[in-house]
């Protein structure tokens, strides 16, 4: 039950949230719910394949609802992270693979940058 919460509340929330504010949600509605009952169970999400992780360096991790191939980019000013469609570049997998003798199983890529909102500051 508290699992099927702490899905249920990153399912609601489209801005990459953190562990933190994952938390903060699931304790308006349920008090009882410990923190680390929240970040334990987004572990077992991500670990099951429920939800994605999305490692921010120097920053903390959020997590993301869509499992679909996409990429995200980080504002360096206001540290929003952002969805970014666009295809794959061709054979990438293959070419990492190639360059380095791993084979690939997962990876993320994030890009940092300034978005709109703040360039007009």
Do not use: W
């Amino acid at each position: 039950m508290q699992r099927q919460i702490v899905l249920q509340t990153v399912l609601r929330m489209h801005d990459h949230p953190t562990a933190d504010i994952v938390y903060a949600s699931v304790a308006a509605e349920h008090p009882s719910i410990s923190k680390a009952t929240v970040y334990r169970n987004l572990n077992q999400l991500v670990s099951q394949g429920e939800i994605r992780r999305v490692s921010v360096p120097n920053g903390a991790d959020r997590y993301d609802f869509n499992l679909t191939d996409h990429y995200h980019v980080r504002c360096s000013q206001c540290g929003k992270v952002y969805d970014v469609y666009m295809p794959r570049p061709e054979n990438l997998i293959d070419r990492v693979e190639d360059a380095s003798g791993v084979d690939v199983q997962r990876y993320d890529i994030l890009f940092e940058g300034v978005c709109p909102a703040c360039k007009k500051e």
